[in-house]
Structure formats: structure tokens, C-alpha cells
């Protein structure tokens, strides 16, 4: 897995909960200045899905095993557009609160990808 798109996007994530906790406390809902911080973390993950499924492909293995590699990639892709899509539900503070823990876990997750991979 390349650990170069692995730092970027948990560098991204965590830049992401900073700003949108910020939000929070300051008693801010998201706006469309996080949701395009959202799709730029996304693109991020994204890429790091197509670039894992391709290794995949080419036949290089995950150390701890391919179908739980697959199955956090699918993870780490679909956790802040999950919590963008709640964010919009919840039009108050929890909402940027809700997108923060979203980028958190996605920061985890990508740790947690990295040592899965064989890091």
C-alpha cells in the first residue's frame, strides 16, 4: 500500500475534525465550505480504494489477511460521507460535531489500515 496516500489522507481526516470541531465549538452547523472539505477527504480515500483493490489485483497480500483489508478500505471510504449525510439531518452544532468524529475515525481507520497491510 503506498504510505505516502495512507499520511495524506489521515493528515487530511485530522485537518478536517480540527476544523469542523472548531465549528462546533463555536456553536456552528456544517456549511458548504466543510462539505467541500468533506468530498476532498473523500477524493482522498477514494483513491486509496482504487489503489488498494488494484495491488489487490496485481497479486500482492494484505499480511493480516485480504478480506478484512477490503473490508476497512470499504470502511474508511464511506466514513465521513456518512457523516456528512447525518451532519445534514442534525442542522445545529452536532451536526459538525457528528462530521469531526467522522474524520476521527477515519484517521484511526487509516492507522489501522497501514499495520492490516503489513506496515
Not at 11 to 22: D, K, M, N, Q, T
Amino acid at each position: 500500500m503506498l504510505d505516502a496516500l495512507t499520511v495524506a489522507v489521515a493528515v487530511a481526516a485530522i485537518a478536517l475534525a480540527a476544523w469542523c470541531g472548531f465549528a462546533a465549538y463555536r456553536d456552528q452547523p456544517t456549511k458548504d465550505r466543510h462539505f467541500i472539505g468533506m468530498a476532498v477527504v473523500t477524493v482522498l480515500a477514494f483513491a486509496q480504494l482504487v489503489v488498494g483493490i488494484v495491488q489487490l489485483a496485481r497479486g500482492e497480500k494484505a499480511h493480516d489477511g485480504t478480506a478484512i483489508f477490503v473490508s476497512y478500505l470499504i470502511g474508511a471510504f464511506a466514513a465521513v460521507p456518512a457523516a456528512g449525510f447525518l451532519s445534514l439531518a442534525e442542522r445545529t452544532r452536532w451536526g459538525s460535531a457528528t462530521v469531526a468524529a467522522g474524520a476521527v475515525v477515519l484517521a484511526v481507520l487509516e492507522v489501522r489500515l497501514h499495520d492490516i497491510w503489513g506496515g
